[in-house]
């Protein structure tokens, strides 16, 4: 069965960094592009970030631009969501996802939840005060 694990969320001041991790279990990375969305109550999930199955391809909502990075590890079957300069406005559920991209689709990814196949059961993190 494939699975999606996340793990690394938390509570955290504002201006503190976390790194998320969404670890696959039962399948290998390498061939998926991965993506992170979140969903604060009572509002819609959004695309966050996301990767390419190659690595080479990345994006990031406006938002967030210039204080998360994503990195893929596929030696550990891991992608990884750093955080910096967290805000309260972050705090959220945050899920990561996966769908089969293969040549020529190794260098895409999307912020469109509804490309993605196979999804995690989300992490919290809240920034607080």
């Known amino acids: 069965q494939l699975q999606l694990v996340e793990s690394g969320g938390g509570l955290v001041q504002p201006g503190g960094s976390l790194r998320l991790s969404c670890a696959a279990a039962g399948f290998t990375l390498d061939y998926y592009a991965i993506g992170w969305f979140r969903q604060a109550p009572g509002k819609e999930r959004e695309g966050v970030s996301c990767?390419?199955?190659?690595?080479?391809?990345?994006v990031f909502t406006d938002s967030v631009k210039g204080r998360f990075t994503i990195s893929r590890d596929n030696a550990k079957n891991t992608v990884y969501l750093q955080m910096y300069s967290l805000k309260p406005e972050d705090t959220a559920v945050y899920y990561c996802?996966?769908?089969?991209?293969?040549?020529?689709?190794?260098?895409?990814?999307?912020?469109?939840?509804?490309?993605?196949?196979?999804w995690g059961q989300g992490t919290q993190v809240t920034v607080s005060s």
């Open positions: 996802a996966a769908f089969l991209a293969l040549h020529p689709r190794n260098l895409y990814c999307s912020d469109y939840p509804g490309e993605y196949d196979y």
């Open positions: 990767i390419s199955s190659s690595g080479g391809s990345t």
